[in-house]
């Protein structure tokens, strides 16, 4: 019987596997122990994690907080339920398959990647008493090999009988040094949302939209690698002006979108921006007429499923959530329903990666997630 040579197995097979099996299979002996907790291997499975087209889902539930896994083109997988570490998280964003976690009672930001356990609590600035907005963004800085969490804060310092003043600070986060950065301590020239966390690409570049009342919408850039707002970018000239238009804002399918009402019926446009930076570029995704979308303040795109060609959508309706499969060519929404999981809070997609985090501790995993594979 012919044997599969070593490198093939090393450097073929072995990387293309789920990360939670590799957790495994360091169990099977010393040399695997030591490449699969080696650099250059948890390099190499992250480049075929971030390539390939199968999207996980992360789901945070409603009633207790849990956080699931589910991957979206096998359906009839059960989600899988995450180390849970004793918080009710919220979800800031994802990097390379690490999220970033942020809790109220207690106040905390955590990392945490799901599929190894690792975790880490940062050392936490404590929200000002009073504040119009308060936002998170958290990526990765290549050139440094770190990964930041960028904190906006836009103050309200009491002024006495003139009212407030509104002072916008921005500081930065390195998980390998531990520490916060200020970066920005000044009066704001903008606007923006209160929780709206920042929309991620290539992994160091946040994005955020902000609101000038002579100019409208507009996004702001911030560099995690030069840690400085680098950009501006526009939003199309119909929509920019118009205030409370946008419903959502983020990153689909790889390019930065909004989605709005439509102007002249009833409905609402998913719009992305197709070439970075250049205002042309904004286009029509579809279109969504099915008067469950339409009546939401906000409605979300996650991800593309190939297998049932359909759009998964998370739609906010006062408090009301709701996770919908949108078929563009039905022109029709229905009620997503995830194996294994009985209410959504959030849904976002996260890859799965071997990525360590600096200093962290590890999550002692439950009977179920030993035996089960999470992403």
């Not at 040579?5 to 596997?17: S, Y």
Request: hydrophobic content about 35%.
């Amino acid at each position: 019987m012919a044997t599969i040579p070593l490198e093939i197995i090393t450097n073929g097979i072995l990387p293309r596997l789920p990360a939670k099996s590799l957790m495994r299979f360091k169990c099977v002996s010393k040399p695997w122990l030591a490449l699969i907790s080696s650099h250059e291997f948890i390099h190499l499975h992250l480049h075929y994690s971030l390539s390939s087209i199968t999207n996980h889902l992360l789901i945070l539930t409603e009633n207790d907080c849990s956080l699931f896994s589910s991957n979206l083109e096998l359906p009839e997988c059960p989600a899988i339920k995450l180390p849970n570490f004793g918080i009710k998280p919220s979800v800031v964003g994802s990097c390379n398959g690490l999220l970033c976690i942020q809790s109220h009672r207690p106040y905390s930001l955590f990392l945490l990647n799901p599929s190894t356990g690792s975790y880490r609590e940062l050392s936490t600035l404590l929200p000002p008493r009073r504040y119009a907005a308060l936002n998170f963004g958290f990526g990765y800085d290549s050139e440094n090999d770190d990964y930041k969490v960028v904190r906006i804060v836009d103050r309200l310092a009491s002024r006495g009988f003139l009212g407030h003043q509104v002072d916008r600070i921005v500081q930065v986060y390195s998980s390998r040094a531990n520490s916060w950065e200020m970066i920005e301590w000044s009066p704001p020239r903008d606007a923006m949302g209160d929780r709206e966390n920042g929309a991620l690409l290539n992994n160091n570049l946040l994005h955020w939209k902000f609101w000038r009342p002579q100019e409208g919408y507009h996004i702001r850039c911030f560099n995690l690698c030069e840690k400085r707002w680098t950009s501006d970018l526009p939003f199309p000239d119909y929509i920019k002006g118009i205030r409370d238009g946008i419903l959502d804002f983020g990153v689909f399918d790889g390019s930065l979108y909004f989605s709005s009402k439509n102007q002249q019926e009833p409905a609402v446009d998913i719009w992305i921006m197709k070439e970075y930076g250049v205002t042309e570029s904004w286009v029509k995704l579809f279109q969504i007429s099915d008067s469950r979308v339409v009546r939401s303040s906000r409605v979300s795109p996650i991800a593309y499923c190939r297998l049932k060609n359909k759009v998964l959508l998370r739609t906010t309706n006062k408090s009301e959530h709701s996770i919908l499969w949108y078929d563009i060519k039905g022109e029709a929404a229905e009620c997503a329903k995830i194996n294994g999981v009985a209410d959504c809070l959030w849904i976002d997609v996260c890859k799965g990666s071997l990525v360590d985090i600096p200093s962290g501790s590890q999550i002692r995993n439950t009977k179920q997630n030993d035996e089960k594979e999470a992403i």
